[in-house]
């Protein structure tokens, strides 16, 4: 795979406190594409942050339905990639690439 295509293949970082809580055990979550495989993800972390990946597990997340004004609207739907990262690795999300 290609630089451009590693880059586009990591979304962002999630955030979140159940996120956070799984760094404990060397695991970096990440949303990526509805497309994007396995071994995919698993090549464009290691590509990207030089590390070396054990697992990857995936989610796919359905969007919300929300009311704006009146009107129903939908959240768009996303994957995430929960990124295991093998004894010695670590990525610090909070800052760039």
């Given amino acids: 795979m290609s630089t451009l295509k590693?880059?586009?293949m990591i979304l962002s970082p999630v955030l979140t406190e159940k996120s956070t809580r799984g760094s404990e055990h060397n695991q970096v979550t990440?949303?990526?594409p509805l497309s994007?495989?396995?071994p995919e993800?698993?090549?464009a972390v290691e590509a990207l942050?030089?590390?070396s990946v054990r697992a990857v597990n995936t989610l796919r997340?359905?969007?919300k339905t929300k009311r704006f004004r009146?009107?129903?609207g939908k959240r768009p739907d996303y994957k995430k990639a929960m990124v295991t990262l093998a004894?010695?690795?670590t990525i610090d999300v909070t800052t760039g690439i």
């Fill in 6 to 8: 590693h880059f586009d």
């Fill in 30 to 32: 990440f949303k990526v």
């Fill in 36 to 38: 994007a495989t396995k």
């Fill in 41 to 43: 993800i698993k090549a």
């Fill in 49 to 51: 942050f030089k590390v």
């Fill in 61 to 63: 997340v359905e969007g």
């Fill in 70 to 72: 009146g009107r129903l």
């Fill in 87 to 89: 004894e010695g690795h």
